[in-house]
Each structure stands twice: as structure tokens, then as C-alpha cells.
């Protein structure tokens, strides 16, 4: 998708403050949050403006849902969670992003949405260096 949409398109500070690029499928570029109690991906499209999974094209909105099934299979495969939570909320952040979070039994919010829970736990150097190649071999893509 090169196009001048997508040389428009900027990432909300927040979520640039908040995650490590993974790097980039067709549609969106994917970030893993910067939490190492949780296993968490987001998925950002990378169109300008964005607030709502409705404002997509209905090619889009599929070519969305491929990527998120793209990176749950992946991260459950990583992972191996009792369970996958995939949301869009915005409430906070309002670009448009949806969230892949593999969740255990145990973890530090469950059975409770992870948002707000506890202090967040920043991965260590050698821990995100680990977890971003897991990722980026699963997904077929280099460093960005």
C-alpha cells in the first residue's frame, strides 16, 4: 500500500511512546506493547485519520481481519495462552488500533481486562531483542 494516504499516516504518540515496532504487513504496522506481563500486539492501519474499524473499506476491513488472524496464530503459537483477547476500544488512544493479547490463567489481571492493572512492566533489553525476532521470524518480516 504506498500511497499518498499512507505518507500521511503518523502514529499516535502514545502508542509509539508505549510499544516496540514489530514492523510492517500490507495494511497495518504491528507493535508489541511494552509490557512484559502480557503478551500483547497491536495492530495499527496505516491510513490517516482513522477512528473507527467502520471507516475502512469493506476490502480493508477484511484485509484487517486476515492480519489479525495473522498475528494471533502467531502469537499463540509463541505463547500458548488459555486464551486471546482481540479488542478495539479508542477510548484513550483514538487511532484506530486493535489489540492481540495473549492471556493466561494467572496472569497479572486475569480473569479482569489487562488495561489499568498494576504498574507495567517494561521488557529488558535482551527480553524485547528475544521477542521481537520470535515475532518478526513468525510473521515473515524483517526489522523496520
Excluded at 492481540?100 to 488495561?115: K, L, T, Y
Amino acid at each position: 500500500m504506498n500511497s499518498a494516504a499512507e505518507t500521511a499516516f503518523a502514529l499516535d504518540p502514545r502508542l509509539d511512546a508505549d510499544c516496540h515496532r514489530v514492523g510492517e504487513l500490507e495494511l497495518s504496522r504491528v507493535l508489541l506493547m511494552d509490557d512484559a506481563r502480557f503478551p500483547w500486539l497491536i495492530l495499527v492501519p496505516r491510513q490517516p485519520g482513522l477512528r473507527e474499524l467502520v471507516e475502512l473499506s469493506r476490502e480493508q476491513q477484511h484485509a484487517l481481519l486476515d492480519e489479525i488472524n495473522r498475528v494471533a496464530h502467531v502469537l499463540h503459537a509463541i505463547t500458548n495462552p488459555d486464551k486471546m483477547n482481540i479488542a478495539t476500544l479508542g477510548n484513550v488512544v483514538s487511532q484506530l488500533h486493535v489489540h492481540v493479547i495473549a492471556r493466561h490463567v494467572g496472569d497479572a489481571a486475569w480473569p479482569r481486562p489487562v488495561w489499568g492493572v498494576g504498574e507495567r512492566s517494561a521488557y529488558s533489553a535482551a527480553e524485547s531483542t528475544r521477542v521481537l525476532g520470535l515475532l518478526r521470524a513468525g510473521l515473515a518480516l524483517h526489522q523496520s
